[in-house]
């Protein structure tokens, strides 16, 4: 019995990070969406364009469309 104890409080401290870390995993689902779209409109736009533009176009056009359209993507997605 004193071990199942143990075992449980030990279990018990860890329910914070479980918590969290479960939160943080569906806010990553609920952006995946919102993150496939603008990464697949910046595929179809890297070709003709210098990396500047398509900065541009990723930080500023991709992300107001999505905005606009209330569609979530992460605040810090990179291309």
């Keep these: 019995m004193d071990q199942a104890n143990r075992l449980i409080n030990s ?6 990070r479980w918590i969290q ?7 990553m689902k609920d952006q995946l969406v919102g993150n496939v779209a603008r990464a697949s409109a910046f595929v179809s736009y890297c070709g003709p364009f210098n990396a500047e533009f ?3 176009l990723s930080n ?4 107001n469309d999505l905005n606009q359209r209330g569609v979530p993507c992460s605040e810090d997605f990179d291309i």
């Excluded at 279990?11 to 914070?16: I, S």
Aim: avoid cysteine; aromatic fraction near 16%; charge should be neutral.
């Design 54 to 56: 398509r900065q541009m």
């Design 21 to 27: 870390t479960s939160n943080e995993f569906k806010t």
């Design 11 to 16: 279990l018990a401290d860890n329910k914070t």
């Design 60 to 63: 500023e056009y991709f992300v």
